[in-house]
């Protein structure tokens, strides 16, 4: 079913050509099929490192309440897994699931099958060296010191070039649509993919090649990490959820209107947001004011998604029990109003007063990165790999297991650190009580994080034997001709145009 | 504030909203805003047309 | 909604207000501080640090020492850094100016160290903290930085630089802990670690 029409790498680059009006819109299995190698490749990647971040996560996690444990070696000490845990699971994995969901959402939407594969497999082949380079390079204690961008400048090239390759791809793809009609989620992620390698190079750039002087680098430096959440993870999960959650229920989202809405208040609002990082912190008073201002103001894309999403969902929601897309994608867009709202509320000066520099801050980056983002990804993934490898998941039971794990753990870790950072930064601020009481008050809260980190560790093993499982089964026959779920497999044969 | 300040802060809080808003004009007046709903349906078709559910657990 | 260009544009612009906002603005406003004479001791300020204390700034970055100390003390009226001694002022930016990276830091899992070097001077007692932090703070959760140092056999005489370790610290009978050039260095800079100049923009 391939069709010839596709044209050649360098026709693609070439800004004479044009897509060829006479090739309709490819089939849903034609587009499955051709993305099935280099999303696979990445969604594996992406996996292996969500597996190696949970383990420095445990590691980090431990050493908190129990500081002597693995502490004989310098490049295993407390300074070092953490930031390794960081980046393995937010550069390692987030950014592979996000962008292998991404080109696969960009190929459905923009109804091309893959085209020039060979791109996005070079790519994340240079992107896994990359982020491999820059763990062990901090591991070695070459870490740039500066949070969200921990990786040594000599990681930096190898990670831009692989995002080139995914940069020209996009807009190659974009070009060569066959579906006039920009959707929704297209808008988030062909916004996302023009921001994040901006944010990455400024940021790079300003803070650790030609670095600017004082101050300004704490500016460059939560400019650029907020907006790594804000710009590039945000839209893509929200574009994952607009398509998810109409696709699953099989009806359209409920107001287009909202969805502009939502869509041109984040762009506007988000990327003011960094300064609330500083609440308190010698910068000027402006600064931080019109982050906090931009912080309230994300009430209105904030709000306009959940009234969206909700819209939609509601009189189906009976469909959660027969969904795991649904379950995860639905438990993440919840959590993406709360944790937001909760966001709102932490950038005010009265709450900062309390909250900053405790461990609610790292309460509230998992809520966001893990509760919304990451459970996102599993919803989306849950979704395109039967339909790359046309096989159907192994066992529901795993399924739940996973989602039961995952979600009841990071509820727990959420609400420990949430609780115990507020009465971490009660203590602090008296100052009448003696700092090493103030270690005390989170020590429970600590103990309760590793908890919830084991049951996270138990679903993330889950989700990777579903996995390990489901590619495996590539290699045996076909099982399920009759699977709903593969509704526009084979069995099928023509696709037939919008 | 300095001159070069002046300019930037009113680069950035009035000519950017201005230009939204005429945006936002030339957007109605050349009709993308009509039939927007319409957008929404984009993504179904013959093969996976409004009202199929396109997901569930694997059986046993 | 359908117009690559025009989405494009309004991406491109609205990523660019906060780019001139929360990045060039500041650049302009405040990137280009200079040091300046205190006129009451006619000292420059910020002061260069010493080569070894620069040196222990490094390690303090590889160390990640940055993920549970903080760099900044807030206004008075402003949570209690300044009741709890951690500085006579709150921090600016030119605390900053000599800084790369900037060590601000977002979280007080151990205290703030903007101003440690006034408020414990004394390089035994880091060298003890930094070996086994139960030593001096018991019931700390900061890990102990034993890689620091070298254990070396006890010669006819204890080293003067051998720490006094007792109890179920010190190492084996006829070994001695003594710290390594890094724990010098790391110390060196700890003990640098003093912004309480009175400035002119903080009167």
């Given at each position: 079913?391939?069709?010839?029409?596709?044209?050649?790498?360098?026709?693609?680059?070439?800004?004479?050509?044009?897509?060829?009006?006479?090739?309709?819109?490819?089939?849903?299995?034609?587009?499955?099929?051709?993305?099935?190698?280099?999303?696979?490749?990445?969604?594996?990647?992406?996996?292996?490192?969500?597996?190696?971040?949970?383990?420095?996560?445990?590691?980090?996690?431990?050493?908190?309440?129990?500081?002597?444990?693995?502490?004989?070696?310098?490049?295993?000490?407390?300074?070092?897994?953490?930031?390794?845990?960081?980046?393995?699971?937010?550069?390692?994995?987030?950014?592979?699931?996000?962008?292998?969901?991404?080109?696969?959402?960009?190929?459905?939407?923009?109804?091309?099958?893959?085209?020039?594969?060979?791109?996005?497999?070079?790519?994340?082949?240079?992107?896994?060296?990359?982020?491999?380079?820059?763990?062990?390079?901090?591991?070695?204690?070459?870490?740039?010191?500066?949070?969200?961008?921990?990786?040594?400048?000599?990681?930096?090239?190898?990670?831009?070039?692989?995002?080139?390759?995914?940069?020209?791809?996009?807009?190659?793809?974009?070009?060569?649509?066959?579906?006039?009609?920009?959707?929704?989620?297209?808008?988030?992620?062909?916004?996302?993919?023009?921001?994040?390698?901006?944010?990455?190079?400024?940021?790079?750039?300003?803070?650790?090649?030609?670095?600017?002087?004082?101050?300004?680098?704490?500016?460059?430096?939560?400019?650029?990490?907020?907006?790594?959440?804000?710009?590039?993870?945000?839209?893509?999960?929200?574009?994952?959820?607009?398509?998810?959650?109409?696709?699953?229920?099989?009806?359209?989202?409920?107001?287009?209107?909202?969805?502009?809405?939502?869509?041109?208040?984040?762009?506007?609002?988000?990327?003011?947001?960094?300064?609330?990082?500083?609440?308190?912190?010698?910068?000027?008073?402006?600064?931080?004011?019109?982050?906090?201002?931009?912080?309230?103001?994300?009430?209105?894309?904030?709000?306009?998604?959940?009234?969206?999403?909700?819209?939609?969902?509601?009189?189906?929601?009976?469909?959660?029990?027969?969904?795991?897309?649904?379950?995860?994608?639905?438990?993440?867009?919840?959590?993406?109003?709360?944790?937001?709202?909760?966001?709102?509320?932490?950038?005010?000066?009265?709450?900062?007063?309390?909250?900053?520099?405790?461990?609610?801050?790292?309460?509230?980056?998992?809520?966001?990165?893990?509760?919304?983002?990451?459970m996102v990804m599993f919803g989306s993934m849950y979704y395109i790999v039967p339909r790359l490898t046309q096989r159907e998941w192994p066992s529901a039971r795993l399924i739940y297991l996973h989602f039961w794990t995952c979600g009841l753990g990071i509820m727990l870790y959420v609400g420990a650190l949430t609780l115990g950072g507020v009465l971490q930064g009660f203590a602090m601020n008296d100052p009448n009580l003696a700092f090493l009481k103030v270690v005390a008050v989170t020590k429970p809260y600590l103990v309760l994080r590793s908890l919830s980190g084991m049951l996270m560790t138990v679903g993330h093993i889950a989700f990777a034997w579903s996995l390990g499982w489901i590619l495996i089964r590539q290699l045996g026959p076909y099982r399920d001709p009759s699977a709903v779920v593969l509704g526009s497999s084979k069995s099928q044969s023509t696709g037939a145009p919008a | 504030m300095s001159l070069v300040n002046w300019i930037l802060f009113i680069g950035s809080f009035v000519v950017l909203p201005v230009s939204a808003l005429f945006a936002l004009r030339w957007a109605i007046r050349t009709g993308q805003l009509e039939n927007l709903n319409k957008g929404a349906l984009v993504i179904f078709n013959d093969e996976e047309p409004v009202g199929r559910v396109t997901d569930r657990f694997p059986r046993p | 909604m359908n117009y690559g260009p025009l989405l494009f544009l309004g991406v491109f612009l609205t990523l660019a207000s906060s780019w001139v906002g929360l990045v060039l603005v500041p650049q302009i406003q405040f990137g280009r501080l200079e040091p300046v004479k205190i006129e009451e001791t006619g000292e420059i300020y910020p002061m260069a640090r010493s080569g070894l204390a620069e040196q222990g700034r490094e390690l303090y970055r590889a160390y990640g020492c940055v993920y549970c100390h903080s760099q900044q003390v807030r206004a008075e009226d402003f949570g209690a850094d300044i009741q709890r001694g951690w500085g006579k002022r709150r921090s600016v930016a030119r605390d900053y100016l000599r800084d790369k990276p900037v060590l601000l830091g977002t979280m007080r899992t151990g205290p703030d160290l903007t101003n440690i070097g006034m408020r414990q001077p004394s390089v035994s007692w880091h060298l003890l903290h930094l070996y086994d932090p139960q030593m001096t703070s018991a019931g700390s959760i900061m890990p102990p930085y034993a890689f620091l140092f070298d254990r070396q056999k006890q010669g006819l005489q204890k080293s003067p630089d051998a720490l006094p370790l007792s109890g179920k610290f010190s190492p084996d009978p006829g070994y001695e802990i003594i710290p390594s050039p890094e724990a010098r260095a790391l110390v060196a800079y700890l003990l640098s670690l003093k912004s309480s100049a009175s400035l002119p923009e903080v009167k």
């Open positions: 079913m391939k069709t010839s029409t596709a044209p050649g790498f360098l026709q693609s680059l070439s800004p004479a050509s044009r897509p060829d009006p006479a090739v309709p819109p490819a089939a849903l299995a034609e587009i499955d099929q051709s993305c099935r190698g280099p999303v696979l490749f990445m969604f594996v990647c992406g996996v292996v490192w969500l597996l190696a971040g949970t383990v420095f996560a445990l590691i980090t996690s431990w050493k908190m309440h129990d500081p002597a444990f693995l502490a004989g070696y310098g490049w295993l000490t407390f300074g070092r897994v953490r930031p390794v845990h960081l980046n393995l699971v937010v550069y390692g994995f987030a950014n592979q699931a996000a962008v292998g969901t991404a080109l696969w959402l960009m190929c459905r939407l923009c109804r091309v099958p893959l085209m020039h594969g060979w791109m996005i497999i070079v790519s994340t082949v240079f992107w896994n060296i990359g982020v491999l380079v820059g763990a062990v390079g901090i591991l070695a204690g070459d870490s740039t010191g500066i949070e969200w961008l921990e990786f040594p400048p000599y990681a930096a090239p190898i990670l831009f070039f692989s995002y080139a390759l995914i940069g020209v791809w996009t807009v190659i793809t974009f070009r060569f649509r066959r579906e006039p009609h920009l959707y929704v989620s297209q808008w988030y992620l062909l916004a996302a993919f023009l921001w994040f390698p901006w944010l990455y190079s400024a940021a790079e750039i300003l803070l650790v090649l030609e670095p600017v002087r004082g101050t300004v680098q704490a500016a460059v430096n939560w400019w650029f990490a907020h907006n790594v959440l804000g710009l590039w993870f945000t839209p893509i999960g929200l574009a994952a959820a607009y398509y998810f959650i109409p696709k699953v229920i099989g009806r359209p989202i409920h107001s287009y209107y909202l969805s502009a809405l939502g869509f041109w208040s984040l762009a506007l609002f988000y990327n003011w947001n960094g300064m609330h990082h500083l609440v308190g912190g010698p910068m000027p008073a402006w600064l931080v004011s019109v982050s906090i201002v931009a912080s309230v103001m994300m009430l209105i894309p904030v709000v306009t998604v959940a009234i969206n999403h909700h819209l939609t969902m509601r009189g189906h929601f009976h469909h959660l029990k027969s969904s795991p897309t649904l379950l995860f994608i639905v438990f993440g867009a919840m959590n993406y109003t709360a944790t937001s709202v909760h966001g709102v509320l932490s950038a005010l000066r009265s709450v900062s007063e309390v909250t900053h520099f405790t461990h609610h801050t790292i309460g509230h980056a998992h809520h966001g990165m893990y509760a919304f983002f990451t | - | -």
